[in-house]
C-alpha cells in the first residue's frame, strides 16, 4: 500500500516553496498526524471556518485559495496553547501567523483594522493614533509628582522602565506604570522612561503579519534605550517584555546582545522582595493569578508573579483549573479584539467564569491588555470582582 492511499503525504505532495512562505519549518507539518490537538485547544475555534487540524491538512494538500481565504488565522488569539500542546511539536501559533504574512503579501483578505493599525503605528508610533509626544500622561494624576519622572532621559539609572501602548494611553491601565513608579521611589530606585522617545514595541504589527515593520521600531527603541545605560530594562507589558527578549536581538546589529537585562516588572518585583528591599504589609484577600500568554507560555514565567503574591501576608492564592502552561487565553492578543471583538468577549467571559469558580475576590494578572480584557468582560457580564496587575498589588500590599 502506497504512503497516499494510507492518507500519509510525502514531500513529494507538496509545493514547496508555497510551504516556505507559510512555515519556515515547514517539514514539521508532515508530521501531523491529525489528532485535533490544536482544535481543541483554541480558544476561538467555535467562529473559525476550519478548526486548525483541518487547516494543517489543507495546507498539506496544497489547497492554497482555500487556505488563503479562510478566516481561521485571524481570529488566533496566539495564545500558544496549541503550540504546547502538539506531540509533534509542530509550531502551529506561528504557522498561523505566517499565513498572516502570507495573505498580507498576497494582499487578500487582510482586514481593514489591521491595515489602519499598520497605518497608525507607522503615523504615531503607537497602536492609539494619540500624539506620541503625551506618552507620560499617565503619570498626570499621581498623588505626587515623583521627581525622577520630570527628566526623562536621565542615564546610568537601575530601571528604565518600557511603559507600553496601552498604560501610556488607556486609562483603565494607567495605575500600573503608576504603581510601578511608586514603589521604586519608596524603594529609593533610581528609574527613568523613554517619554515620547518610547515607539510601539512592534508586537501588534509582527502579529498581524507585518514582520518587516518591526525593524524600525526595534532599531529606535534599541538606540534609545542603549543610550541611557541603564542596568534593566523592565517592562510591566508581557507583550513589550516577549518582544524585546525574543524579536529585537535580531535588530542588535549581530551580537543579539543589549548591554542591559532584560526583565518583566513581576520578576523585577520577585527580585525586590527577595533582596529584602520592599516589605510587606498584611493583605487578607483570596485571589487567583491569570497567566498571559506572552509571560507564561511564551517564556515560561509562571514563578515569578506567584513569589510576588505568596510573599504578601495573609493573602490566599487559588489557582484556576487552568493555570500555568495550561491557562486559558484571556482573548486580548493576536490582534483580534480589535478585528472580531465577538471572539474576545466569549473567550474573555469564560476565562472570567473560571476565576469566579475559584471564590477569589481579585484577579491577578501581569500583563495590561489582560488587565484591560478581563475589565472588558466583568463590566459586559455585570460580574463583581477585581482585576488588578501584580505591580498593583504590590503597591497596595507595601508598607509605606
Ligand atoms: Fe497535528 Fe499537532 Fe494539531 Fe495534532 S496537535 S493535529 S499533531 S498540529
Known amino acids: 500500500m502506497s504512503p497516499k492511499s494510507l492518507g500519509v503525504l510525502t514531500e513529494d505532495c507538496l509545493d514547496r516553496q508555497f510551504m516556505k512562505q507559510v512555515e519556515p519549518a515547514w517539514k514539521k507539518v508532515l508530521t501531523c498526524f491529525q489528532c485535533g490537538t490544536c482544535s481543541v485547544s483554541c480558544p476561538a475555534i467555535s467562529l473559525m471556518d476550519?478548526?486548525?487540524?483541518?487547516?494543517?491538512?489543507?495546507?498539506?494538500?496544497?489547497?492554497?485559495?482555500?487556505?488563503?481565504?479562510?478566516?481561521?488565522?485571524?481570529?488566533?488569539t496566539q495564545c500558544y496553547a496549541c503550540t504546547?500542546?502538539?506531540?509533534?511539536?509542530?509550531?502551529?501559533?506561528?504557522?498561523?501567523?505566517?499565513?498572516?504574512?502570507?495573505?498580507?503579501?498576497?494582499?487578500?483578505?487582510?482586514?481593514?483594522?489591521?491595515?489602519?493599525?499598520?497605518?497608525?503605528?507607522?503615523?504615531?508610533?503607537?497602536?492609539?493614533?494619540?500624539?506620541?509626544?503625551?506618552?507620560?500622561?499617565?503619570?498626570?494624576?499621581?498623588?505626587?509628582?515623583?521627581?525622577?519622572?520630570?527628566?526623562?532621559?536621565?542615564?546610568?539609572?537601575?530601571?528604565?522602565?518600557?511603559?507600553?501602548?496601552?498604560?501610556?494611553?488607556?486609562?483603565?491601565?494607567?495605575s500600573i506604570p503608576q504603581s510601578l513608579v511608586q514603589i521604586l521611589e519608596q524603594a529609593k530606585i533610581s528609574y527613568a522612561t523613554l517619554g515620547g522617545e518610547e515607539w510601539c514595541c512592534g508586537y501588534p504589527l509582527y502579529g498581524a503579519g507585518m514582520q518587516s515593520e518591526v525593524a524600525a521600531l526595534a532599531r529606535h527603541n534599541i538606540e534609545r534605550v542603549r543610550a541611557l545605560a541603564p542596568q534593566n530594562l523592565v517592562a510591566t507589558c508581557s507583550?513589550?517584555?516577549?518582544?524585546?527578549?525574543?524579536?529585537?536581538?535580531?535588530?542588535?546589529?549581530?551580537d543579539g546582545a543589549f548591554g542591559f537585562a532584560i526583565l518583566h516588572a513581576s520578576e523585577f518585583l520577585a527580585r525586590l522582595l527577595a533582596d529584602k528591599r520592599i516589605k510587606m504589609a498584611k493583605l487578607p484577600w483570596v485571589v487567583t493569578y491569570h497567566d498571559p500568554c506572552d509571560l507564561g507560555r511564551k517564556h515560561g514565567v509562571y514563578d515569578a508573579p506567584r513569589a510576588v503574591i505568596q510573599n504578601i501576608p495573609g493573602i490566599t492564592l487559588r489557582e484556576m483549573a487552568n493555570h500555568r502552561a495550561d491557562a486559558m487565553c484571556c482573548g486580548g492578543g493576536g490582534d483580534v479584539a480589535m478585528m472580531e471583538t465577538a471572539v474576545t468577549d466569549d473567550i474573555a467571559a469564560r476565562r472570567l467564569a473560571q476565576a469566579v469558580s475559584t471564590g477569589a475576590e481579585a484577579i491577578i494578572s501581569s500583563c495590561q491588555q489582560c488587565k484591560r480584557t478581563l475589565l472588558g468582560a466583568a463590566r459586559k457580564t455585570k460580574t463583581r470582582i477585581k482585576i488588578l496587575d501584580v505591580t498593583e498589588l504590590v503597591w497596595q500590599a507595601m508598607e509605606k
Not at 520630570?150 to 494607567?174: D, H, I, K, W
Open 50 to 76: 476550519y478548526p486548525p487540524r483541518q487547516l494543517w491538512q489543507l495546507l498539506r494538500l496544497g489547497l492554497r485559495e482555500q487556505v488563503l481565504h479562510s478566516r481561521t488565522f485571524w481570529l488566533c
Open 84 to 174: 504546547a500542546r502538539c506531540p509533534r511539536g509542530i509550531m502551529t501559533s506561528e504557522t498561523m501567523r505566517n499565513l498572516r504574512e502570507w495573505a498580507v503579501a498576497e494582499n487578500v483578505g487582510v482586514p481593514a483594522a489591521i491595515l489602519k493599525l499598520r497605518d497608525t503605528v507607522r503615523a504615531t508610533y503607537n497602536i492609539l493614533n494619540e500624539n506620541n509626544a503625551a506618552r507620560l500622561i499617565w503619570s498626570r494624576n499621581l498623588p505626587a509628582a515623583p521627581a525622577q519622572l520630570q527628566t526623562a532621559a536621565r542615564a546610568n539609572v537601575e530601571v528604565l522602565l518600557f511603559t507600553g501602548c496601552v498604560s501610556s494611553f488607556y486609562p483603565m491601565a494607567y
Open 239 to 254: 507583550s513589550c517584555f516577549h518582544t524585546w527578549k525574543h524579536l529585537y536581538p535580531a535588530h542588535t546589529n549581530g
